[in-house]
């Protein structure tokens, strides 16, 4: 009887070594483990003139044709304007007319934000990833919408270049509660700075 014990016990315990040096040999896994996987990858494509090149998500609309002339209407700014995709806006307090542009002023003395607003600021000094910008914000308001702009001027480049950041929204307390959801501002700001970050003057 003692035999046949021993006997069960030296089956179970090679079965259990059998099991455990399957489990750790290299390309093996438990068929309970889950497998991570890798995070899907944003599609993205590049705009690229004789002085610049800008990557930017592929499901945005670019308009090379754009001018911005809230600043001067006699005097437009040139540009490139990449607006956002109408699936980020739709559902949320976010327009679907925000957007980020590229634009340059020639004739600018000194290359500073506060030359592509309309509005009396001050811009400030900021240096990220090794390259100097100045900064200059303005906000408005009216019926019910909300303006916000950021502009980028890199500092010392010729033609003075600058990157525009344009969001509007209107305002949550106006909607039904419950009828749309508040836009993910940090998010957005995040893909806007992601193709600040890929500008790369060409000359």
């Given at each position: 009887?003692?035999?046949?014990?021993?006997?069960?016990?030296?089956?179970?315990?090679?079965?259990?070594?059998?099991?455990?040096?399957?489990?750790?040999?290299?390309?093996?896994?438990?068929?309970?483990?889950?497998?991570?996987?890798?995070?899907?990858a944003v599609a993205t494509s590049?705009?690229?003139?004789?002085t610049f090149s800008v990557v930017y998500p592929a499901d945005y609309t670019v308009d090379d044709q754009y001018t911005y002339?809230?600043?001067?209407p006699k005097k437009p700014i040139s540009g490139v304007k990449f607006t956002i995709p109408l699936t980020i806006a739709t559902g949320t307090d976010l327009s679907s007319d925000s957007?980020?542009?590229v634009e340059w002023l020639p004739r600018a003395k000194n290359c500073t934000g506060d030359i592509y607003l309309a509005d009396n600021v001050k811009p400030q000094t900021l240096t990220e990833g090794g390259v100097e910008y100045s900064v200059a914000t303005s906000s408005g308001a009216g019926a019910?919408?909300?303006?916000?702009?950021?502009?980028?001027a890199l500092a010392g480049s010729s033609p003075c270049t600058a990157l525009r950041y344009f969001i509007h929204y209107a305002a949550i307390e106006n909607f039904p509660a419950g009828a749309v959801q508040e836009f993910d501002r940090a998010a957005l700001i995040s893909d806007f700075d992601k193709i600040r970050q890929s500008l790369v003057l060409t000359r």
């Open positions: 009887m003692s035999k046949y014990i021993v006997g069960v016990i030296v089956v179970i315990v090679v079965a259990a070594a059998a099991v455990f040096v399957w489990k750790t040999l290299p390309g093996t896994a438990s068929p309970s483990t889950p497998t991570p996987s890798s995070p899907t590049t705009y690229a003139t004789s002339t809230q600043v001067n957007y980020v542009s019910g919408n909300r303006y916000e702009e950021q502009v980028y």
